[in-house]
């Protein structure tokens, strides 16, 4: 089935590190215009089906509970959405018990909070603008409201971030009762006010150790490593990004949403006017890969902890995974590549590695 993803373009305020595309000061009238243009991008679709429905962003938990009730509404009148997963993401900083309470009425029943670090220094030094205490008020609310899948996210390569800092958020993630925990490193964007004033971070070795940290504490609180940076209780991997990475088709709706469907990519330019406005998605284009390939469907997979396995790479191209690329991983490190009969994947420091040795074992 399709995955429905919704781009939120609307934040409080901007992350020194975030590029992206959001808007702040808007108003009331901007997201009434937003949920009016997404409703009716729904409309062409009449024989999608759907299993997802992912609103991303952005802060989507500002929509307030009438919104996001009238966007599910609209999702499950025109893709069906049964027995959906359907995630809201939101801000820790603000009261959201009656946002999480409509939502959940709606039939909303996952939530992802970016709460980055259990360390209110570290928060501030990231400009995020929320508390720990914030986070336990929010996680509550999300108990409270009948929601029982819960996702945290945790940054990694922090300014002043120790080892001890991230097996502490971990087993504090754990404490909430998560069921979900994504573990990803600061990127320095360029067009961000981190990228152009880099703040003080650990080096590329002392990143390296903070990733294997949060790899072997999430394990120790018993979440299982699926993904590069995302890790789950048994059962609860997020079904809707899986779906980026297993090649199945999504359509994104919103300014800057990303789709692949019908073997296409396409996306909506960066803005909230032209996206009200009625503008047309664009064709992505990428020069190097091309769309519903083999070489694209490895790349995603690899990202995944079980990579490409012999199994489902018959079952999707008819034939065996590639002797060249086999030959290719055998001659990895295998501390870092792991190819055997049941297919080709990294390991934790792999992951690490990931790009080049993508590259290494696809095409030499």
């Known amino acids: 089935m399709t995955g429905i993803y919704v781009h939120v373009p609307f934040c409080a305020s901007k992350c020194p590190y975030c590029d992206f595309y959001s808007l702040s000061n808007t108003t009331d009238t901007d997201k009434d215009a937003f949920v009016a243009a997404v409703l009716d991008r729904f409309a062409p679709y009449e024989t999608v089906t759907a299993d997802t429905l992912y609103f991303g962003g952005g802060t989507p938990s500002l929509l307030g509970g009438k919104r996001l009730a009238a966007l599910i509404d609209g999702a499950r009148r025109q893709f069906g959405l049964q027995q959906a997963e359907i995630t809201l993401e939101a801000n820790p900083a603000d009261d959201l018990y009656d946002t999480f309470a409509a939502f959940a009425a709606a039939g909303g029943n996952r939530v992802s909070m970016g709460v ?17 205490a914030q986070v336990d008020r929010a996680v509550a609310d999300v108990h409270r409201a009948g929601i029982t899948n819960l996702s945290l996210d945790l940054m990694l390569g922090t300014p ?10 971990v087993r504090r993630f754990a404490d909430w009762g998560a069921t ?14 981190f990228g152009r004033t880099p703040p003080a971070v650990p080096d590329e070795d002392g990143a ?15 979440y299982r490593q699926y993904e590069i940076s995302n890790f789950a209780k048994t059962g609860y991997e997020s079904r809707h990004n899986l779906k980026y990475w297993l090649g199945e088709p999504y359509l994104g709706f919103g300014p800057a949403a990303h789709s692949f469907f019908e073997g296409k990519r396409f996306y909506y330019p960066r803005s909230l006017t032209d996206f009200v406005n009625g ?4 064709a992505e284009e990428n020069d190097t890969i091309e769309s519903g390939t083999a070489d694209e ?38 501390h870092l590549v792991i190819a055997d009969e049941h297919g080709i994947r990294f390991t934790r420091e792999g992951f690490l590695l990931s790009d080049p040795l993508i590259a290494r074992v696809l095409w030499g």
Not at 160 to 169: G, L, M, R
Not at 180 to 193: D, F, G, I
Request: net charge negative; charged share 25%.
């Open 116 to 132: 980055q670090a259990v360390n209110d220094r570290q928060l501030h030094l990231l400009g995020r603008r929320h508390t720990v």
């Open 160 to 169: 002043e971030q120790t080892e001890t800092d991230v097996a502490h958020a």
């Open 180 to 193: 979900h925990l994504s573990a990803y490193l600061l990127k320095l964007e360029p067009n961000t006010p």
């Open 208 to 222: 390296a150790a903070l990733y294997l940290a949060a790899c072997e504490a999430a394990e120790t609180a018993g």
């Open 279 to 282: 503008c047309a998605p664009l």
């Open 297 to 334: 469907y490895a790349m995603l997979r690899l990202r995944l902890a079980d990579g490409v396995t012999e199994r489902d790479f018959a079952a999707r191209f008819d034939t065996s995974i590639p002797d060249e690329w086999r030959a290719r991983a055998a001659r990895l490190p295998s």
